[in-house]
């Protein structure tokens, strides 16, 4: 891990992202609605824009909270997703994507999904972790969400730490 006390804060709105997909008969699966992969891989690209724009750094996804999918979203609707910072710590960032299906006929809108996806910085040469700038929270919503992220952070790390000293690998 590299150190830099340079390393100049930044804003949730300064790396926010937002990203519209039309689903296509080639995303859908036999029902006529988006496969959960693939949104989760636009979610995993949404948050690589937020976490890249952040820390100005080559950045790998690191962990992928428990997400479910509330409502589908239908061959010739958009997803919506929408990406924000919520938690820097060393080199670690825990960023929100939330995302929503338009109906471009009428307009409508349904909140589907909420993501958590934590990305590391690593160095480009070593692959190792680096420190990342620190995140400045301006509004009383971004400090609360910060304290809900970091509950988050504790609860995830340990987790991961319970499934690796019980797992068996066949
Ligand atoms: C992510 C990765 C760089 C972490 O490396 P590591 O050797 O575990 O490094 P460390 O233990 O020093 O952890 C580095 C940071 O990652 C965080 N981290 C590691 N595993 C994590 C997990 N499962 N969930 C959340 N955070 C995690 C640590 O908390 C630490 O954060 P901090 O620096 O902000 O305190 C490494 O596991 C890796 O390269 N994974 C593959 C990434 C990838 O290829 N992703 C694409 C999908 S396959």
Redesign the pocket.
């Known amino acids: 891990?590299t150190s830099d006390i340079a390393l100049k804060p930044r804003r949730v709105a300064d790396s926010a992202a937002e990203m519209a997909e039309l689903v296509l008969p080639h995303h859908a699966n036999v029902h006529g609605s988006v496969l959960g992969g693939t949104v989760m891989h636009w979610i995993d690209l949404a948050a690589a824009v937020v976490a890249s724009r952040h820390s100005r750094r080559p950045v790998?996804?690191?962990?992928i909270d428990e997400m479910s999918f509330q409502a589908p979203i239908l061959v010739g609707q958009l997803a919506l997703l929408r990406a924000h910072i919520t938690l820097?710590?060393?080199?670690?960032m825990e960023i929100q994507v939330d995302v929503d299906s338009e109906d471009l006929l009428t307009g409508e809108k349904r909140h589907t999904s909420t993501a958590y996806v934590?990305f590391?910085a690593?160095d480009p040469t070593t692959?190792?972790?680096i420190s990342v700038p620190p995140l400045e929270l301006v509004t009383d919503k971004e400090l609360e969400e910060h304290a809900r992220a970091k509950e988050r952070?504790r609860i995830?790390?340990e987790h991961?730490d319970h499934l690796r000293a019980t797992r068996t690998i066949r």
């Open positions: 891990m790998v996804t690191a962990a820097v710590d060393r080199s670690s934590t590391v690593i692959r190792r972790p952070r995830r790390l991961r």
